[in-house]
């Protein structure tokens, strides 16, 4: 890590570049998460560049696999717009994967087709877990490059979420060896050997913390931590192995980017809604919930929370520390199968849900953000995501009297 | 309907084995399950009959298919005996499986070898549906043969379980003829056209319990319903599509068996977690939770909801009517890989979890059925099982001053 981070501090990532990004048209999303008001609701989707997008399809078969795009910067950038042409929506999110950080740990990452993500050296025993470390950043300099490229092509128009997998759902894959049913690997390690756990989640959350500023250096205004896999831990697990961890990414997160705003911080827990109190105490600006979660019970606790804050000014909240503002969610990526009418109607209840007034009138109350539940299906129609964006905005502002 | 309930009228199934049944030595688990007070916690797991058990290999090995243990009576009865013979169990369950009621109603059941269920002409058009009919249970006959078979054996040993799929559950096997991980087909079937998926889901409902009252004639001493996929509906979609069709199952069943006991309830929804509260309207005496919740938490919500009942005598509760009052749940299969000491730690985490005291003194306190928050994996070693059931005789007697 010493070494890392002073090559971070001698030649920083792309900060050239950041100097001279033209200033931001839409702000509307980056303000919600913040918890500000705003004149409308903001709408990204969860994997909104993908295999649903025909011109998607066409760039990846150009690039002839999946880490051939991800990795090469123009293609990155091509296909991270491709959605923002076709629909207006309020942010872009970097096109990568959460698997690149252990894949610059040597693990052997490569992507099968029709079979996803595999480590050809999964971390099954007590040598290869201590000699983890974090990743040379430079390794991973085609990320930072992209992030730099995108918000040049962005041109101000929106801003760009940057993003990073969880310690707790990187090291499932780094000990399973890619996806699984059961978490066999992983959760025997949990239980049989927590100590070892224990490291990989440390090196993977400091190595993710250093990723994330790099990311947000390069110019990413936003950032994110999937935490795909948070939802199969058992109750008591999950706090202690994936939040606690989340955590510590938090904390060692830079507030403000280079260009002197604040970095607002977003984190999905899929299978998470039991566990939203916990997450209340994370110094994190958003919480992103499935589809299985009552929009309006979570903005209540959110709002319980906050007043909470406000109701003790000496609580030990941190400066420049945030506090969850805005929820993030959270419609069944499924609803997207139906037709524009009831694609219409099920984001209307959502954005009701969300709206609903409930508790003393004048209370504290977090902002929305909308968004899928999940990542959006590769076999969703391009048109009826158009038909799910008009539909948020139209009814938002329907929803503010405007 | 009319026709099968008129032939299960005239010829009801396997009644006259019921009366030379011995008389119940452990009612552990039936007391639990009303909320009775008990010396010690009972305990059986989900699929404690299983591939983790050499002796269950060997009897399938004989059978030859999966089908072909659970459609002969022998042998269904033998499995089901099995961990019992070697474990101190306090329940036995069935050994069937849920899909034999679609499998009835003329959808080709197969189960390839490491495939899963598959449905040979799943229910993918309205014609289909439209004719789709409540199975004869005459073709379920040997399901009901086993329990009276189990039963004997038993001997009054401990109570035998009787189960179903929940109508949700089955019709996701049925619209995407297996397994599936997007639920794309139902999910469609939901969201376009609901009146097609309400139409499966009545048939699904009137079928599962006419199937449950003819195990509980034939011997069941307790019903479960396994809403497996609950977990994977919207909330508000849950309610809609789930739980009120496994609640028009309840409210058509028998409260009382041939023998003249209260047949208990029990309801396992996985991923059903943030829907405890909805589920407590139900006719149902034990709510099963998986590993994500907290148990503590569970237990006062249903304090809290047997209060109400308490409190408010003249409530709409039916005459011989069912208000939770036990939890069933909810270790984390994946504990079982660990060590015996970790085991009986994580098995006393349980137990204290639900034991600690909160609320006011003498306030009304659900029961507790220890049991895993999903089925026994089948790489476990036989005798960490063992070690599981030994920890919570001990610990529960212990917590209870015994």
Known sequence: ??????????????????????????????????????????????RQAGRYLPEYCATRAKAGSFLGLAMNVDYATEVTLQPLERFPLDAAILFSDILTVPGAMGLGLSFEAGEGPR?????????AINGLAAPDLDQLRYVFDAVASIRRELNGRVPLIGFAG??????????????????????SMLYARPDLLHRILSVNADSVAQYLNAQIDAGAQAVMLFDS???????????TFSLAYSARVFAQ?????????????????????????????LVCDVLGVDWTVNLAAARDLLARNLQQQTAAPGAPVASGAATPTALQGNLDPAVLFASPEVIRSEVRRVLDGFATLSGAPGAL???????????VNRLTPPDHVACLVDEVHAWSRHLRGA
């Open 253 to 281: 997160l830079k507030r403000v980017g280079p260009d002197g705003q604040v970095v607002p911080r977003i984190i999905f827990t899929k299978g998470g809604g039991l566990w939203l109190a916990d997450m209340c105490n």
């Open 365 to 375: 109350r977090p902002a929305h953000v909308f968004n899928l539940g999940h990542g």
């Open 229 to 239: 896999w948070g939802g199969a831990l058992a109750d008591g697990a999950f706090q």
């Open 119 to 127: 480590f050809a050296r999964p971390l099954r025993d007590e040598a």
């Open 1 to 46: 890590m010493g070494d890392i981070g002073a090559a971070n501090r001698s030649r920083p990532f792309a900060t050239i570049g950041v100097m001279n990004f033209a200033p931001l048209k839409n702000d509307c999303f980056l303000r919600a998460c913040l918890g500000e008001a705003t004149d409308f609701t903001p709408v990204w989707l969860m």
């Open 166 to 187: 969880s310690p707790w759902t990187l090291a499932c894959y780094m000990v399973e060896g890619g996806s699984t049913a059961d978490y066999r690997q992983i959760k």
